[in-house]
């Protein structure tokens, strides 16, 4: 599969992220933190690898869509009680830096489901510091298939990667802030409803999974047949 090559400002971007990291990790307040955070991710993209097709297809020849058991020695399973906001959690910006009052993670859970398709994006649940379970679909695509399906999103356009995704929900909170301050979107109470988008490499990352959606073409199915009733499916 071919990659588009990086840019001279791609590189450099990266370039000042890998200092700014470098910074940080040595820093005696930010440094563990820092780790912290780094290690969720580690474990985040660790089991978007980890396979599983041989065995939802075990499942499929039986007629079985049960939940398919994480191993121990994967690096999710070995997070307990960790320092770190559930990463597809709202997490407000605080001013102090202290961050202090965050929904942290306290574990993930055992095993997995999926969200079918080619690639198979796992869908696993986060608990956090508050009692609740939080659902995120881990994504790794190596195809050149595209699925929308009940708001879960995962790309596998070939040479697009989950950072469009953030750069596109960075766009709509912005349209948010821009309607907020409009008297007559206020009113109606318009607004985009956004979901977390955590890009981990190219074409992998955690998405906040999204309940109570319709699947797109679910909903074209229902209302043409409202609309045009005698029309031939």
Same mark, same amino acid.
């Given at each position: 599969q071919s990659q588009r090559p990086a840019t001279l400002s791609q590189i450099e971007r990266v370039s000042a992220v890998s200092d700014i990291f470098a910074k940080l990790r040595s820093d005696p307040v930010a440094g563990e933190r820092i780790q912290a955070v780094e290690h969720v991710c580690n474990a985040s993209l660790e089991l978007a690898k980890h396979p599983i097709k041989h065995i939802v297809k075990t499942q499929q020849k039986?007629?079985?869509n049960s939940p398919v058991a994480l191993p121990? #020695? $994967?690096l999710v399973r070995k997070i307990k009680n960790l320092k770190v906001p559930v990463i597809t959690a709202p997490t407000p910006i605080d001013p102090s830096t202290e961050? &202090? *009052?965050?929904?942290w993670i306290m574990q993930y859970e055992e095993q997995c489901t999926t969200a079918g398709g080619v690639n198979l994006p796992k869908i696993v649940r986060c608990y956090g510091s508050n009692g609740k379970a939080y659902k995120? $679909?881990?994504s790794l695509d190596n195809t050149t298939s595209f699925r929308l399906s009940q708001r879960k999103q995962y790309k596998g356009e070939? *040479?697009?990667d989950l950072r469009q995704d953030a750069v596109m929900e960075q766009v709509f909170e912005l349209v948010n802030v821009v309607l907020r301050h409009d008297r007559q979107t206020q009113k109606r109470k318009l607004g985009v409803r956004g979901y977390k988008v955590i890009p981990l490499a190219a074409q992998a990352g955690v998405l906040e999974f999204v309940d109570n959606t319709t699947p797109l073409h679910a909903w074209l199915n229902s209302a043409?047949? &409202? #609309?045009v009733p005698y029309c031939e499916k």
């Open positions: 039986k007629n079985a121990n #020695s $994967l961050y &202090r *009052d965050c929904i995120q $679909l881990v070939g *040479d697009d043409h047949a &409202r #609309s």
